[in-house]
């Protein structure tokens, strides 16, 4: 039978660069052909040549309620019938907002745009805006996006500031963002002792799914928090990924039970908000918000930010994630997921580790759980791709790279949670 998948990628690759609209789609880093999807319900995932999947990846976190949940498709076909695009106020974006700040309730205002992208390169211009200072703070293995300031890594040293993550970024765009080591105290201190007053914002993923799953100790969130008061800095929560993922009220929620008063000064949205639909959001105090156009100095817009069939996909989805256990539930099988493919691992004498929180889980082909990027990309990634595919061969379909999050939905049952751990037995026996 020829490969339907095989056959749309070569055409694919004839018109989109290398096949995608999104590198982490083709597979680049663990080899192999990418499945074309044709359609997806629940838990699962059918491709051109009919194969169904369980989906651990959920359109990358924002497919919580599994796929095509029946409320949230009547809302958007609903929301279909009165038009797709006015470039006007609605209600409903109220309705949406109103909604996200009852449940994050460090929130005071925020603004909707179509990407996390466009929300984190806003939050950052609006921070540097209210502050009247130029650097930021971002941590190696984070990602928040591909705004040009923000796709830096490490520099040389401390001092010097980072280095462009991407050819057409010229230095000058990335000299005032410092890079530093992930949960790295030392690093962290010294960089404010330097620059302190300069700084205009510190940006992190809480819970960093882009380097798999690691997460910032109660102690560097603490400092990180401390140290952005005393310099007068902003703390801006990258949650785009962890937001209504890992907890009702984001993974902030869950700091503050640590941490006393606790509270972020901006947080930054997307992927679960949208309910798989582009919709996004920045946002944070009254003072700072207020200085965005047309009210204040700093520029920002967007033809079909608040856009009326996604805010009613976004608002259905918000909703339905708010009926009583559904976080306990969704986190009760997630842990069962880690907790059996640890089992496995055991079984089968390979070194593994693996966390979770709420409906997101990363796992590693390291004995322990790793602290920082350096650590995570210490894992090994050949064992890695020979897992992903031996899963992906008994229909089951991981994140195709060792630095990528994993999701479960509240569709994936029990069921298929032990489908998934007997497929992994079976491909860890290979290993
Ligand atoms: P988008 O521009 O892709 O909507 O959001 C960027 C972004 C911002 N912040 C965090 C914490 C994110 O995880 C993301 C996007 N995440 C990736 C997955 N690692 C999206 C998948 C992709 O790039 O195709």
Redesign the pocket.
């Known amino acids: 039978m020829s490969d339907r998948n095989q056959t749309l990628f070569d055409r694919a690759k004839a018109v989109i660069p290398g096949g995608v609209n999104?590198?982490?789609?083709a597979f680049k880093a663990v080899g192999g052909t990418p499945r074309f999807i044709t359609r997806a319900h629940g838990a699962y995932l059918w491709d051109a040549n009919g194969q169904r999947y369980i989906d651990y990846i959920g359109s990358?976190?924002p497919m919580i309620l599994g796929h095509g949940h029946p409320q949230v498709l009547q809302a958007v076909q609903q929301a279909i019938q009165d038009g797709l695009s006015y470039g006007a106020p609605t209600e409903r974006e109220i309705e949406l907002v109103e909604e996200i700040l009852k449940l994050v309730p460090s929130l005071e205002m925020v603004r909707l745009v179509n990407?996390?992208?466009?929300?984190?390169m806003s939050a950052i211009r609006l921070a540097r805006g209210a502050t009247g200072r130029p650097k930021i703070i971002k941590f190696e293995g984070?990602?928040?996006?591909?705004a040009d300031a923000l796709l830096v890594k490490a520099g040389s040293g401390l001092a010097t500031f980072g280095h462009p993550t991407s050819a057409g970024v010229p230095p000058e765009v990335v000299q005032h963002t410092l890079v530093l080591e992930y949960n790295n105290l030392e690093q962290l201190e010294a960089a404010f002792a330097e620059h302190g007053d300069q700084i205009a914002a510190l940006m992190i993923?809480p819970i960093?799914?882009?380097m798999n799953f690691v997460r910032a100790s109660v102690p560097f969130m603490r400092r990180c928090r401390e140290l952005c008061t005393q310099h007068g800095a902003l703390l801006v929560l990258?949650?785009?990924?962890?937001g209504f993922r890992v907890a009702l009220g984001g993974a902030q929620r869950l700091y503050a039970q640590a941490i006393p008063g606790f509270e972020p000064d901006m947080t930054?949205l997307?992927?679960v908000i949208g309910g798989g639909m582009?919709l996004?959001a920045f946002g944070g105090k009254r003072a700072v918000m207020e200085q965005l156009a047309p009210l204040g100095p700093v520029y920002q817009a967007g033809t079909l930010s608040g856009n009326p069939v996604a805010t009613a996909c976004g608002l259905a989805t918000l909703r339905l994630i708010q009926q009583p256990g559904f976080f306990d539930g969704l986190a009760q099988r997630t842990r069962a997921l880690v907790d059996g493919l640890q089992a496995e691992a055991r079984r089968a004498g390979v070194p593994f580790s693996a966390d979770s929180e709420g409906g997101m889980f990363g796992f590693f082909f390291l004995p322990e759980l790793p602290r920082n990027y350096a650590q995570v990309m210490a894992s090994d990634a050949a064992r890695f791709n020979r897992f992903f595919h031996g899963m992906l061969q008994r229909g089951v379909y991981l994140a195709p790279a060792l630095y990528?999050?994993g999701f479960v939905s509240a569709a994936h049952t029990d069921a298929d949670i032990a489908a998934t751990l007997e497929a992994a037995r079976s491909a860890l026996a290979t290993l």
């Open positions: 999104s590198p982490v789609r990358w976190g990407s996390g992208t466009e929300a984190g984070c990602y928040h996006g591909h993923e960093a799914g882009n990258d949650e785009v990924m962890t930054v997307g992927k582009p996004a990528e999050a």
